[in-house]
């Protein structure tokens, strides 16, 4: 089973089901080779989630073996937030490249809206919220700086599309003033519990696609001690209800819901069953009543938010 595709505003299709590769830290290169073999074409990376060269040994067994020609697969990478100054954006680019072992990625986001101190790669790799004396430090690069050297990656052919993170309404709209080339996605935290209806209607009507992540709420949350206290959307009666109704695992009914919606879902699993039923989630189609039911669940609770994580940026304030 392959996955349907949108057309995005560059002109390329990209899946509206991929695999999600944050927190893929064991048996990396299998799972993605396994994960391209379900029928898997979008990888959604980061360097940020340090395990980008595994993950191209997966790709490079893949299209090895005959499974998928590259121009099949649809690889997404982020640029972390230490290296938006304008200068440091292509050559990092270029090493993430280089650990993937490919030439262009399809799709290449800044990763949050949020400029840190550049940490050099040979000091500190993968990098994180921190400066090489473990103190959160924040840079001076202005967002429209860091989004034209995102466009200059296209123009040079190192990405067919770009996009963006985590990025609110006013930070949306501000690149709309300033974008030569718009953003072909827009990757947000989104379940029934975070809908962000304005932000995503404000999106579709520009045809600026809205990717899904942590489509299962909590779920991914509590593998780190965190949202002990929110009830699993999987255990939510609405969810069971709908699930029962047609035959499928909570999970689909909650990738359906989203994908009904027109937003493309990445969903994590190490599990080879559950990476099969991820991807099985346009097969079906929820009533309007149903897809109103889980409307209707939106508690505007956000999980993957910096202050959560100590990071004094409060860019959901
Ligand atoms: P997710 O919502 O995909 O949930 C993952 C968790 O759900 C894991 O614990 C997994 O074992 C479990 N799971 C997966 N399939 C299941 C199933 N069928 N039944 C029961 N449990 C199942 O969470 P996520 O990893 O937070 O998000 C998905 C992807 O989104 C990430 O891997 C990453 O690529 C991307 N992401 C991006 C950002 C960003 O800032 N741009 C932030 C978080 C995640």
Redesign the pocket.
């Known amino acids: 089973m392959v996955a349907p595709t949108v057309k995005l505003s560059s002109g390329h299709q990209m899946s509206l089901v991929g695999f999600?590769?944050?927190?893929v830290t064991e048996n990396t290169a299998d799972t993605v080779y396994n994960a391209i073999k379900a029928g898997y074409r979008l990888f959604?990376g980061a360097c940020g989630y340090g395990n980008e060269v595994e993950c191209g040994k997966g790709v490079a067994r893949a299209i090895k073996e005959g499974l998928v020609k590259r121009e099949e697969l649809f690889i997404v990478s982020?640029l972390w937030n230490s290296f938006h100054d304008e200068e440091r954006v292509k050559p990092i680019a270029k090493k993430q490249l280089a650990d993937w072992g490919l030439e262009y990625f399809d799709l290449y986001l800044i990763?949050?809206p949020i400029a840190l101190e550049y940490v050099d790669p040979s000091v500190r790799y993968p990098p994180s919220w921190t400066n090489a004396q473990d103190k959160v430090s924040f840079a001076k690069a202005p967002l429209y700086t860091t989004w034209r050297a995102m466009e200059s990656l296209v123009d040079e052919g190192l990405a067919k599309s770009i996009g963006v993170?985590?990025y609110s309404a006013p930070l949306m709209m501000d690149l709309e003033r300033y974008a030569r080339i718009m953003p072909s996605t827009l990757?947000i935290?989104h379940h029934p519990y975070l809908r962000q209806k304005l932000l995503t209607d404000w999106c579709q009507e520009r045809n600026i696609q809205i990717t899904a992540?942590?489509?299962?709420g909590p779920?991914?949350y509590r593998?780190m001690n965190m949202a002990e206290h929110v009830p699993l959307l999987?255990e939510n009666p609405t969810i069971v209800d709908i699930a029962k109704k047609y035959n499928k695992?909570p999970?689909q009914i909650l990738l359906r819901w989203a994908t009904q919606h027109n937003i493309a879902v990445?969903?994590?699993?190490?599990?080879p069953g559950?990476l099969a039923?991820?991807l099985d989630v346009c097969s079906f189609d929820l009533s309007k009543e149903d897809l109103e039911a889980i409307d209707g669940l939106d508690k505007h609770l956000r999980f993957?938010d910096p202050i959560a994580y100590g990071i004094p940026a409060p860019i959901f304030a």
């Not at 999600?20 to 927190?23: H, I, N, R, S």
């Not at 990445?266 to 599990?271: E, G, T």
Request: charged content about 25%; hydrophobic content about 20%; glycine content about 4%.
């Open positions: 999600g590769l944050w927190k959604d982020k990763h949050f993170s985590n990757q935290e992540y942590s489509s299962f779920m991914s593998e999987f695992e999970s990445i969903p994590k699993s190490n599990n559950r039923q991820n993957n």
